[in-house]
């Protein structure tokens, strides 16, 4: 991550839980990316041409099948939800860069419309799956980071951030930033702007907070203040979901890429005779 030479304003004033008076309930699927070549072969029709050739792109081979596993398996899943077969599912991307539903296929009932976020780090892919409410979700693996005295990740930590994570025994350090750039990067992902500047100034992540309750502090307008929870993953890796609202209930969820593919057979009788 190179440093574009600025730094976050002042430091957010705390403040307490999420009063919104959006309750969101959240899906949070978390999916192996391990499938053989053949499952792959498949499958990576329902991708769009646009999917397939960023896929192509990685230099690393390895890279561009995680790439289609994860998004094979997340139209596998919105499938569920819209009840729409993963190969017709319109995906389309704002300016930022983030993924959504087209608005017919959003908004198929009157529970609001579908809102979902996808991560994947290694062989670890999760999805977000939500109504009425953004959401976004971050998973990474933890290892050793850039030296977090130089001025790299600068862009992407406030000056307390930093001096937090600079304070911090060298043995300590790679679990803590890692935890609390999951946390940015979920805020960030659900506020529906990336790791830009102009999100992460109206935010920003107690870094000595081991449990997500009190560790975000928020700074942005009450209307869309977010509520930040931690997600339980396998040694070596952490994540976080975010949602602007109320976080009431997140239902954590495990599927191969092979039952969400049995699944979603099993469902295409009923799609076609609608």
């Given at each position: 991550?190179?440093?574009?030479?600025?730094?976050?304003?002042?430091?957010?004033?705390?403040?307490?839980?999420?009063?919104?008076?959006?309750?969101?309930?959240?899906?949070?699927?978390?999916?192996?990316?391990?499938?053989?070549?053949s499952?792959?072969e498949r499958?990576?029709?329902?991708?769009?041409?646009?999917?397939?050739?960023?896929a192509?792109?990685?230099?690393?081979?390895?890279?561009?099948?995680?790439?289609?596993?994860?998004?094979?398996a997340?139209?596998l899943?919105?499938?569920?939800?819209?009840?729409?077969p993963p190969?017709?599912?319109?995906?389309v991307?704002?300016?930022?860069?983030?993924?959504?539903?087209?608005?017919?296929?959003?908004?198929?009932?009157?529970?609001g419309?579908?809102?979902?976020?996808?991560?994947h780090?290694?062989?670890?892919?999760?999805?977000a799956?939500?109504?009425?409410?953004?959401?976004?979700?971050?998973?990474?693996?933890?290892?050793?980071?850039?030296?977090?005295?130089?001025?790299?990740?600068?862009?992407?930590?406030?000056?307390?951030?930093?001096?937090?994570?600079?304070?911090?025994?060298?043995?300590?350090?790679?679990?803590?930033?890692?935890?609390?750039?999951?946390?940015?990067?979920?805020?960030?992902?659900?506020?529906?702007?990336?790791?830009?500047?102009?999100?992460?100034?109206s935010?920003?992540?107690?870094v000595?907070?081991r449990?997500?309750?009190?560790?975000?502090?928020?700074?942005?307008?009450?209307?869309?203040?977010p509520?930040?929870?931690?997600?339980?993953?396998?040694?070596?890796?952490?994540?976080a979901v975010a949602?602007?609202?109320?976080?009431?209930?997140?239902?954590?969820?495990?599927?191969?890429v092979?039952?969400?593919?049995a699944?979603?057979?099993?469902?295409?009788?009923?799609?076609?005779?609608?």
């Amino acid at each position: 991550m190179a440093s574009d030479g600025r730094s976050h304003g002042a430091a957010p004033q705390m403040r307490g839980p999420s009063t919104h008076p959006v309750v969101v309930d959240v899906d949070i699927w978390q999916v192996p990316l391990i499938a053989r070549r053949s499952w792959i072969e498949r499958n990576v029709a329902v991708l769009s041409d646009g999917e397939r050739r960023r896929a192509a792109r990685r230099i690393i081979p390895r890279d561009g099948d995680r790439f289609a596993i994860s998004h094979i398996a997340l139209r596998l899943l919105l499938s569920r939800y819209c009840d729409v077969p993963p190969a017709a599912l319109s995906l389309v991307t704002d300016e930022f860069g983030k993924p959504r539903l087209s608005g017919d296929q959003a908004c198929r009932d009157d529970a609001g419309p579908l809102q979902f976020s996808l991560s994947h780090a290694a062989d670890a892919a999760l999805v977000a799956v939500t109504r009425k409410s953004a959401v976004g979700v971050d998973v990474e693996r933890v290892r050793p980071w850039a030296d977090v005295s130089g001025g790299g990740l600068a862009p992407f930590f406030c000056p307390r951030e930093l001096a937090a994570l600079r304070n911090l025994p060298p043995d300590a350090l790679a679990d803590a930033l890692t935890r609390c750039w999951v946390r940015k990067e979920a805020v960030a992902k659900a506020l529906g702007t990336g790791m830009i500047r102009r999100s992460l100034a109206s935010f920003e992540i107690d870094v000595s907070a081991r449990d997500h309750d009190g560790a975000l502090m928020w700074a942005g307008p009450p209307e869309s203040t977010p509520t930040l929870r931690d997600l339980p993953m396998s040694s070596g890796y952490l994540a976080a979901v975010a949602a602007i609202g109320s976080l009431r209930r997140v239902v954590n969820r495990r599927a191969t890429v092979r039952e969400l593919t049995a699944r979603c057979a099993a469902r295409e009788p009923r799609a076609r005779g609608r």
